[in-house]
């Protein structure tokens, strides 16, 4: 049975990527809505009038900036929409995983048993969750960049592209850990963290 239609929230490049994955995923009908992207032709409407779709269409927000992320797919759920899940086909998840609602699962990224995976998270391209790890809401894991297992990371973390987490690893909530990072101890104060070993350098 094919898909419902989808609208996506955000035309940009992430969004160009969600649409094709979308697409494997077997969408058939598949818009924008964008408040500034006013050249796409596949832009239906501007952010704000999903309203006017809420009862024909599917929805994803595909923001980079996980409080805008957050924002809208709260609007989106306490007007009753209904929440894509989007996991590319090349994607490997293993059948006991948890993932949950507004969440994308990128092409070549792998994800491992026990793993919880939570609301409007980003597993980028060729990224891996190992076992037993919690991905906590709104978090972003980069593309190329590797969680070993049992790491928990706490909401509106974002893993750097080509960052390396070490087994039972704890990073706490809005960190930054910079691309090619390599974290070898918890993180319990929010901020940016580079190098390897990854350091503390500011505050976000």
């Not at 649409?19 to 006013?38: Q, T, V, W």
């Not at 832009?43 to 992320?69: C, P, Q």
């Not at 037993?132 to 973390?157: P, W």
Request: aromatic share 6%.
């Amino acid at each position: 049975m094919d898909k419902k239609r989808l609208l996506i929230i955000g035309a940009g490049g992430h969004g160009k990527v969600v649409f094709d994955i979308a697409a494997k995923c077997g969408y058939l009908s598949i818009g924008f809505l964008d408040d500034a992207d006013e050249n796409n032709p596949l832009v239906l409407a501007g952010v704000s009038d999903f309203k006017k779709y809420i009862n024909e269409a599917e929805f994803f927000v595909a923001i980079g900036n996980s409080r805008v992320r957050e924002k809208i797919l709260s609007d989106l759920i306490a007007n009753g929409a209904e929440i894509a899940t989007l996991i590319h086909p090349n994607a490997v998840v293993a059948q006991n995983v948890q993932i949950g609602c507004g969440t994308v699962v990128m092409a070549s990224a792998v994800i491992n048993p026990d793993t919880f995976i939570g609301d409007g998270v980003i597993i980028n391209t060729s990224s891996s969750v190992d076992h037993d790890c919690k991905v906590a809401d709104f978090c972003h894991v980069s593309v190329g960049s590797h969680l070993c297992g049992t790491v928990n990371v706490d909401s509106h973390t974002w893993i750097g592209a080509g960052a390396t987490v070490i087994n039972n690893i704890n990073i706490c909530s809005d960190c930054m850990i910079g691309a090619g990072a390599v974290v070898v101890s918890d993180i319990n104060v929010s901020g940016v963290y580079v190098g390897v070993p990854a350091k503390f350098i500011k505050k976000l």
